[in-house]
Structures are given as structure tokens and as C-alpha cells.
């Protein structure tokens, strides 16, 4: 009887082991196209990637969403095989990508599809693919960070003149300083990282200088500055508590979070919200830290040129049907998608509503930006909560970034 | 003679084989990788023992500071965990062992349960327990602080899930053990008026010493790889009180920014000579105890 | 001497109930979590059962099954650890064998040097190790789930230590009766280790079960991942926090068959050993 079972069980196991080792291998005839596009925007990818195969294309793209995308890109671009035929890519990797080697220039799908070009894209989302002349990447979306805010909330406090010019400034967030019922809070600290970026641009400032690391500066430390006084005030959801959570229990007026958001937030039944921009030190200027994601050609000298005409029609194909990519809350780059009526019942064609809206959707380009945003991440809430000396800690993230930069130019054997 | 000689390799063989295969050979790549720098994409440029100077000496650079204070969140981590897990399993084990409780089935599968929760399900439930606002800390216990925040509430909630999630796997292997203990011993020492705890010190432990080293040994080795905990309870706040040492090194690894492959390596290799230290310690001493 | 008795049976009674409380009520939490809507999940109070009971959420796991063929993710995953198990004790109790009951030089030696070397945390092992896989030709395989765990130290640690802990005379005198090695193993050993092995192999099929970092790594196929990898799909990138009930329900179907493993094992780690508790002492 044992015995049955346990050759049972090694038959089964060689049986299944056979069948799963055949059948494999990709086609030649088939894009592979990966994307690090977990959860319901992995859905509304596939919907397009399905749309797109129904057309019947010469090369039907084959989408593959990877949870851990880019640990497996370096798996990939170590053994030299099973490299993809294009994927998609956050903005911040570009610039290391280019100098690692691993991106190939789009030169020739774009000469044979003409409409990929800056003009029919948001200008900041291609641009961030252009190094040193050469375009690497074309855009999807752009995605931000935005400020949602608590209709109801607004109503209750008096604020909605806030939103008036589209600037809600740190100092209007103040005057409701002891306003407030016991357990409500102004905003909250979602993405907290990304406001204090942002508020170095409404200040004038970068956070590179020739090209070198620029985070222990006087914009630097005003941008921290800002931000904390509405934390010293008290109208900030305390530190350490789900800010994110609070808004969505209509405890928070408003929340800094991101356009990928609205959709979670319009599953909470009862939640009244609108979205504006990032609140501003100044009436004069407001900045919604971006990101982007980009259509990008890992390195594979196995790619034919007729793949990459395949790829081309491909990303023609988006950038005049993406309209499904809105609903994953997410900005579309294409203008095309982003100009048409159906688009404006999306929430977030706020942020295309004009040029200003458009100018304030910022993605930092510099080199070295993963590494600046690593360090203001890691000390960003205990320098607003006041837990540490900011001076010290600037110094601290300055010497953190420089660091790790050296190790870089090392490893490239400069 | 000759063909015990060829005995060796039938037992141990194939699982030599595949150790050389699936372990050694990519950990010796790990340790040649700590030699370098390296971004994980292209080749690994040689630096000697730089790396290591860097991360031990240097007490200037970022990553001196996040190798010590890793390590030293890290021995914490491990000086906490590691006695609850070895004395709670323990614990439970000789009650269930008790002769006249029942219900010995549910109340051990309730205890292994937690153990089979993803640490991502698990810490999103943690965190809505630990929610000031919607969970038990703030409107069972009236506590006013937001746990994952503030020391040592950090440290608590990490240690929490940590056992909860842990206690199983010792647990049962002490049931399995104690389950051994031939019932007569038990006997022949309550005839002689021997009490419970008599019991346990006099047979149970020494029954069960070998097994007891083991879990000893990888605990210890399993609470020095943490990184799930922390990460998804606390993100090594505050202030960095409880970042810990695999956090760094996953961070430096596969973060953001380019990877700096070659530090991570080092500081790995550093985490495994002090792992082996302490558990080539902890045998020695409870392996003489023991026989 | 009766009311001692009954006091210990008290303390221990007490202590585990205790125990158990607080372990349930955070799983119990969690099952009633996935049954709350979202607006409940994030208003303010604590409430063990939810106000209505939503099945929204297991509909929208279910449901979702062009990119989630989470069926098929459960089928994937039982074949992967069924067979990582079975060979898990099969490598296992020959090898705690020979690191035990056969002697040879430098057998210790050997044995501490393997152990030594895999408490060594892997961080960039991670692309040598797949490139090994690679060149073995099971990316995007099952061998790539089910293979190299085999090579791990801890259960055969477990093992060896169980061993330690079982006099020689029984394989003594088998050997005296003219038994080889493998008949010694097959016919004395093995039934005397059986708790221990299955002890192991749950601790294996759990672990191949949850596996998450490796199968998304080594499978570019959605198909023919196994189904915790398969979840991570379900995620958000953004972190976890878009739909909390969600999350957890997906993690609590996930949990039901480890939990059914679980339930037929404990019988037998249990029984078995009063089969052979006679021969101890």
C-alpha cells in the first residue's frame, strides 16, 4: 500500500516534470514584455496587451507581470539569456540604466513609427528618456504625487477658499490652527518624502549642483523647515500613525498621496474627495513630485530589427488606445488619449486641465536621484517630527548620498 | 572493507552533490563578491579587502554607520526573540505533555497557525491591532502613543509578531521529542514522589537535549537574518532603532539606486562569521552539557 | 499527592488557554477582516466581527482569473511541494544516516564545515544561483522550485541530532545479524525516525508553500507559478494598502491547504512515536 502511494507519487512527479519541460520556449513571433505592474494595474495592462493581439498583429505581445522586477533584470542581464523584448520602467532608473549599458536606443522604432514623438507626448514624461540626445524610453503615464481632499471636511472647517487658485499654501493650513475637533488633523503624511522634493522646487531650488549631490543646502533645509511647521502646529496626523488610513476614515482634510490612489479611495463608501495640488510654502508656485512609467529596450542582441518594427506598431497602438490606463488612476502621457472628452471623467485630468497643471507634474532627472530619495525617505518623518537636529542630519544625508555615489564610480572602474 | 568504503558515498553522496551544486558554489561567488564592487550588472571589479576596511574601520562612511547600528539592532533582535522562542515552545510542549488536559489537537493547531500566515498578511493585521485609531492599543488599552513609533513600543510590536509567527515550528518539535520520553521513566518517577518540575529537569530535558541544541542553533541563526519583521512593522523607525542589519544590506543590494552588490557581500559575509561564531558557541557549550 | 496533581493540570490549562487566546484573536481578526468592506476596515474602534459580513473581497480574488488563475497557482504549488517533500525525506534520512551511523574520517568535520558554510546569508547569491539554474536548463521549471532546497542543512541537522539522541543497540544488533548499511537504515532507523521526518517534511512543505522571493525569480510564466509568488501578482506596487480585505482574504485562502497538511501530520508526529516509545530508555 505504502509503496503504491510512494511510486505513485514519483510517477505523478516525472509525468508532470516531462510535460512541464516541453512546451516551453518563447517564439520568435511574440514580444515579451514585462512589467513590474502587480494588482489591478496589471489588469488594465493586460486588457490592453489583449486589445492589441485582437488587432492581429504580425508580433503578438506577450505580457509578463513580475513582482520583483528589476532584481530579475539583473538575473536576466547576468546570464545573457531570456532577456525581455521590451519593458516598462520607472522614470528613476533611466539615467543609471543608459550608463550601465542596459537600455538600447529606440533610434529605429522610432524612425519607422512618426507619430512617436515629444509632441504627441506630456513633454517632461518623454524627455526624461532623452540622454545625451538619444531617446531611450517612450512614456505611459505619469504618475504623482497629488493632495486629495475631504469635501465634507472642507465644508465643515470653512476651508474650501483654499482650493480657490489651486494653491493651498502652508500658511492657509495653519489658520486652522485650534480650529479643529479633538482627532481631526489638517493633512496627513503620506509620501512624505516626495512633498519635501517638491517643496525644494516651489522654493527655487535643485537637489544637484554641476552635477554633484545637492541635499545639505539652505533650500533644502527651508524646504524641511516648511513642512514642519505644519507638524510643530499640531495639524499634522501624528507621527507614527497610518495618515493614509486616517483620510480614508474621514479623519484628515487632506491626504499627500498618490494619483494611483483615487482608486482605493473610491471604494470607501461614504469618502467625499476631490483632488488639488501639493500644498506650497508660496501662492506663487506648487510642484506635484512625478514619476513615470516607460516602454524601455533592455539589451539583447538577439532582438531582430523586424521585432523592433513589431515593437514600434506596438507602442503606436498605445499611445492612441491607452485610454484603459486611466483607469488605474494614473496620468497618460499620450496626448492624444489625454485630449479626448471621455478622458475628463477621470479625476486626475485635473492635472492636465492646462499648462501650468502640466509644468507642475515634476520628475527629477539627475543621475543620482534614487540615492537623494533613499536619504530623505529614511530621515524625512523624524526631521519633521522634530525627533532629530536638522543641520546635523542634512550633513548626515549629504555624506549618505556622496557615499554611496563613490562606491558607484568605483564599480564602473572609474 | 571495501565496500564499506563505498557506503559513505551512498549516504551522503547525493546530498554532497547538491550542496556543492545549489550552496556552495554560489556562496563562495557570494564571498568573491565582497571583494569587489559591483552593481550587480556588470562584471565585478576587484578591490582586495577595501570593502571590509570601509565598513570596519572607516568611522566616517555611511556604511561603518549602518553596519554597526544594524548589527547592534540586529543583536538585539536576536537577544529578545531567540529565549522567548526557545521557553514559550517549551512551555507548551510539557502542559500539552500534562496527562489529564485535553483538546491537545486544537489548541496546537492554533499555535502553528500564525506560522503559516504570510509575514505581509500578518503584518497588516499586526498593524491594524496596533492602529492607535482602529486597533487594541488605543481603544482596548487606552494607550495614547502610536506603537510603531515609539521605543520600546517598536521593539514590542516586532517581538509580537515575531513570536506569534515562531512559536510553532519549536513547539513541535518539542512535542515530537517529549513524545519519545519513554512513559515508564515518567512513571518509575512518580512512584518515587518526584514532582513536575523534578520531571521535567530530570527527564524531560536531558531526554530531549540533542533536538533542544538544534533549536537553539537555528533559531539564533534564523533571528539574525531578520529583515520581514522590522521592515513591515516598524520600516527600522524610529529613528532608526530598529533597522536591522538584512535591511541594510537588501537595501544596498537591490534599493532604488544603482546596487552597490560588493558592500552588501561584505556585510553579509560579516553577518555569517558572526552567526557561526555563536552557534559553533552555543553547541560547544550545550554539547558538553549534554553528554 | 491528588491535589497536586490537579493544580499542575490547572497551571498548565490556564497557561495554554491564555496562549491560545491571544494567538486566535489576531487570525480571528484577520478572517473578519476580509469580510469588512473597505469603509469599515478604516473607521475608528475595534470590533472583532464585522458589522455586516462582505463577500466582496473573496469575489474579486475568485473572480479575477485572467491575470490570477489562482486554481491553477494551487495545483502549481502542490505538485512543486508534494514532490519537494517527498525527496526532502528521502535526502534527508539517508544523509542524517550517514552522518550518524556510518563512521568515516573526518564525518564531524564534514558535517560542521556544510553546516558552517550555510549559515551564510544570501544576498547576491541570488544571480549565481540562477545562473547555475539556467545552465541546468529549468528556468521557468519546476526543478527550479523543488531541487535546490534539497541541498539545505537544516533538516538534516534536525535529524542528525534526533539520531544522536537514539541508542546503537538496535542497529547493533542488526548489524551482528548480518544486516548491511541500507538494510540497517531501511528497516531500524527509518520507523524510528519517522516523527522526525515528518516533522521535517511539513516544515519543508510549508516552506516550499510560502516561498515568494525564488519562483518570481525563476518563472516568466504566470501559468506556472506557484501560488504564493502568484499573490505578490495581486499586490499592489505601491505597497499593500489599497485593499487591506482583500489582501488578507487572498493570504487566508492561501493558508487552507498548509493548514489541511498540517492537520493530517499532527496525528501522525504524534501516534507514531507511541509505537516505539517501548524501545527507548
Redesign the interface.
Known sequence: MKRKT?SL??L??IF??LL??CG?GSDKNTI?FWT????????YM?QIVKEYNATNPEFKVKH?????MY??I??VI??G??VPDLAIIHADRVPGFVKQGVLEPLTGVLSAQPELKQDNYLPQAWSTGTISGTQYTVPLDIHSNVMYYNKDLLKKYNAESFLDDNIVTIDEMLSLQGKLDEGDYVVNDALLGWVILAQVQNLGGDIQQDGKPAVNTEVMKKAFESVKKIADAGLMTPFGEDG???F????VLFSTD?T??S??HA?????NFGVTNIYSPTPDKFTNRASSHLFAMLTNEKRTDEKEQGIGAFLEFIRQNSMEWAKAGQIVASKQVIESPEYKNYIQSFFTSDEKEIESLYIYTYEHYPYIAEAVDTYCADIVRGNVDLDETLATMQKFVEDKIAENNKAAGQ | MKK?SF??Y???G???I??I???????I???Y?SFTK?N?LGDPVWVGFENYKTILFDSTSTFNAQFMNGMKNTLIFVGLSVPILIV?PL??A???E?K??KMK?L????????????I???A???L??FNK????TG??FGSQIPWPANQPYAWIIIIVITV?GGVG?NM??Y???I???????YEAAEMDGA??IRKFTSITLP?????L??TF??TT?GA??VFGQPLMMTKGGPQQSTHVL?MY??QL?FGHGESI?GM??AM??L??LV??VI??MQYYVMNRNAS | MLK??NL??Y???L???V??L???I??L??IT?SFR???E??????RLLPESWNFENYKAILE?T??APILRWLFNSL?IA??HT?LVVV??S??G???TR?N?KG?DT?FFT?L?????????????????I?ALGW?????AMI??G?????N???VR??L??IPTELDESARVDGAS??RI?YSVILPLIK??L??CG??SF?GSW?D??WP??VY???D?MPV??G????????G?????GQ??G???L??IP??VL??FA??H??QS??L???L??
Open positions: 510512494i507519487i514519483l505523478t512527479a508532470s516534470a512541464s519541460a516551453s515579451v513590474p505592474l502587480t494588482g489591478d494595474d496589471g489588469a493586460d509578463v507581470i513580475t513582482s520583483d532584481t530579475k539583473s538575473t547576468n546570464s539569456k531570456g493614509y488610513l486616517m480614508q476614515g474621514g479623519h498618490g494611483w490612489s482608486t482605493a471604494k470607501v463608501e461614504g469618502l | 564499506r557506503t559513505p551512498f549516504f551522503i547525493p546530498h554532497l547538491l550542496f551544486v545549489f550552496i556552495l558554489v554560489p556562496t561567488y557570494g564571498i563578491a559591483w550587480l514559550i512551555m507548551v510539557v502542559a500539552l500534562h489529564k488536559v489537537g489548541m496546537q493547531s492554533i499555535l502553528y497557525i500564525p506560522g503559516l500566515i504570510s505581509s498578511a500578518a497588516l493585521i499586526w491594524l491591532i485609531q482602529l486597533g487594541i481603544n482596548v506569534w515550528g513541535i518539535i512535542r515530537a521529542s513524545n519519545g520520553v519513554a512513559k515508564d521513566l514532582g513536575s531526554s530531549i537535549r540533542f533536538p541544541i538544534y542553533v537555528m541563526g539574525f537574518n538584512m544590506i537588501r543590494a552588490a552588501a557581500s553579509a559575509v553577518l555569517g552567526i557561526l552557534s559553533a | 497536586k496533581i499542575s493540570k497551571l498548565a490549562y497557561f495554554l488557554i496562549l491560545c491571544i494567538w486566535i489576531p487570525v481578526f484577520g477582516t468592506t473597505e469603509a476596515v478604516v473607521s475608528s474602534g475595534f479575477n485572467s491575470t505538485f508534494i514532490t517527498f535526502v534527508i539517508l544523509t544516516y550517514g552522518y556510518i568515516f564525518r564534514l556544510l558552517g558554510i550555510s549559515f551564510f546569508p544570501g544576498v547576491v547569491n541570488l544571480i549565481p544561483s540562477y545562473k547555475i539556467d528556468v521557468n521549471t519546476a526543478w531541487i535546490p534539497l541541498a539545505g542543512m537544516g538534516i541537522f534536525l541530532q534526533f544522536k539522541g548499511d541500507f537504515y516523527p522526525v515528518i516533522v511539513l516544515f510549508i510560502n515568494f522571493l518570481v525569480i516568466t510564466d504566470v506556472k504564493t509568488a499573490l505578490l501578482l495581486l499586490q499592489d506596487i505601491y499593500n494598502y489599497r485593499m487591506i489582501l488578507v487572498s493570504a487566508i492561501a493558508i498548509t493548514l498540517f492537520l499532527q496525528k508526529f504524534l512515536i507511541n516505539n516509545s517501548g527507548k530508555g
